[in-house]
């Protein structure tokens, strides 16, 4: 569902209920500091709508989708990087904790592929 989810924290974030550290906003997307960062620059980029992942927010706004993709790179410019990597974890398993579609845009250090 697109509708804000009243427990979910990112819907929390994009409504200013919770603070974070906010980098830039647009029309479709909220971009903010992890709390836990992994690099240098650890900026997540989310919708505004609430969508569990990426794949589902792409099937059901695609405008937001794409907005939220080129927005990935404008903040990792703004931060002064031209490469940067993009993470989108996608089930448990896969890592994903917060079930609010979000982009990791991780730069400033090395970064090793394969991830671990
Ligand atoms: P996931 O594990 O779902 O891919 O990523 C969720 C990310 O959200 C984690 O990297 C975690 O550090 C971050 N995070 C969790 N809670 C908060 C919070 O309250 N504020 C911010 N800014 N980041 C958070
Ligand atoms: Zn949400």
Known sequence: MST???D???CKIVA???PAEIVAET???VAFRDINAQAPTHVLVI???HEPDVA????AAPEAAAALLVETRRIAQLEGHEAYRLVFNTGAEA???VFHTHGHVLAGRDLTWPPG
């Open 8 to 10: 979910c924290l990112f």
């Open 4 to 6: 804000p989810d009243p």
């Open 27 to 29: 029309e479709h997307t």
């Open 47 to 49: 919708p505004r709508v």
């Open 56 to 59: 589902s927010l792409a099937a």
């Open 95 to 97: 890592g994903q904790s």
């Open 16 to 18: 200013g209920d919770i």
